[in-house]
């Protein structure tokens, strides 16, 4: 079975947020701030954790740093321990969207 989430979020809401680093500390890993130089990146990774959730269909019922976007050498965007899973993650003006597919 397949399952598929999709989240797109304005990249200003994310600056703004950023602001607060409690809002970073919350959202972010250590690894996903080191990665992340700009506001669409964090955007990026922000749409993704919450594609993410919605794939597995069960709300977010952990906090987001709790799991954790890496990218291969290549730039291409995985969710770290999860198998059988592909992320895209694009941005565009003053958007960012991501989509996970799962499957079992």
Do not use: C
Not at 86 to 101: F, K, L, M, P
């Amino acid at each position: 079975m397949f399952r598929i989430g999709t989240d797109i979020i304005r990249i200003s809401r994310i600056e703004k947020s950023l602001e607060k680093e409690s809002f970073k500390l919350s959202v972010f890993t250590d690894n996903e701030i080191l990665y992340s130089k700009k506001a669409e990146t964090f955007a990026g990774i922000f749409a993704a954790k919450e594609a993410y959730f919605k794939a597995k269909r069960t709300g977010i019922n952990q906090r987001l740093n709790s799991i954790e976007i890496n990218h291969d050498e290549k730039g291409k965007p995985y969710i770290s321990g999860v198998e059988h899973a592909d992320v895209s993650i694009s941005h565009d003006g003053d958007y960012a969207i991501a989509s996970v597919i799962l499957w079992e």
